[in-house]
T-cell receptor
Framework: DAGVTQSPTHLIKTRGQQVTLRCSPK?????VSWYQQALGQGPQFIFQYYEEEERQRGNFPDRFSGHQFPNYSSELNVNALLLGDSALYLC?????????????FGQGTRLTVV | SQQGEEDPQALSIQEGENATMNCSYKTSINNLQWYRQNSGRGLVHLILIRSNEREKHSGRLRVTLDTSKKSSSLLITASRAADTASYFCATENFGNEKLTFGTGTRLTIIP
């Protein structure tokens, strides 16, 4: 059973460019959340998708957008990249309809903006 | 914004010793979870404790939760070199399924 998979592993982009990161959730999971982790910090919640809709959103600008597909996979898009967007982007999947939700994380995409 | 703070920020101990790290948080929670992260890669779920629980064990891990003090501790007994990693606590609030992470404790086990 494959866990959460993310692609690509590493990415280098130039300021002002746009980037798309991809995530396939763990088999059987229906909810995907995205987190940004700056160097030396804990992950920060970006947004969560369930049934192809954005359920919750953290304190991130509209340059950050996402999508969830019918097969539950998800994309994170970031427009007009800034140097400060350089971080590890983590995807987590879980089952929404449970009394507690253990989140399974992917290995992340390391984005460097130059 | 970060919900919690881990303490200490960094910890180095000899292999075989016990490691204790603490987490404080700010708001009422539904549950608190601990995660491990190796070398800035993915997070591995270690243990979840619900707000109505006070203590939980899983293998060499022992977690306590004090909701009156809004704090939790993670104890790793008989540490091994493979336990070297960063450890994060994360809280889930009622009606809000996102995880809010603390700042992490960097644990180094010296062989």
């Amino acid at each position: 059973d494959a866990g959460v998979t993310q692609s690509p592993t590493h990415l280098i982009k130039t300021r002002g460019q746009q980037v798309t990161l991809r995530c396939s959730p763990k088999s059987g999971h229906d909810t995907v959340s995205w987190y940004q982790q700056a160097l030396g910090q804990g992950p920060q919640f970006i947004f969560q998708y369930y049934e192809e809709e954005e359920r919750q959103r953290g304190n991130f600008p509209d340059r950050f957008s996402g999508h969830q597909f019918p097969n539950y996979s998800s994309e994170l898009n970031v427009n007009a990249l800034l140097l400060g967007d350089s971080a590890l982007y983590l995807c987590a999947s879980s089952l929404l309809d449970r009394d507690f939700r253990e989140a399974f994380f992917g290995q992340g995409t390391r984005l460097t903006v130059v | 914004s970060q919900q919690g703070e881990e303490d200490p920020q960094a910890l180095s101990i000899q292999e075989g010793e016990n490691a204790t790290m603490n987490c404080s948080y700010k708001t009422s929670i539904n549950n608190l979870q601990w995660y491990r992260q190796n070398s800035g890669r993915g997070l591995v779920h270690l243990i979840l404790i619900r707000s109505n629980e006070r203590e939980k064990h899983s293998g060499r891990l022992r977690v306590t939760l004090d909701t009156s003090k809004k704090s939790s501790s993670l104890l790793i007994t008989a540490s091994r070199a493979a336990d070297t990693a960063s450890y994060f606590c994360a809280t889930e609030n009622f009606g809000n399924e996102k995880l809010t992470f603390g700042t992490g404790t960097r644990l180094t086990i010296i062989p």
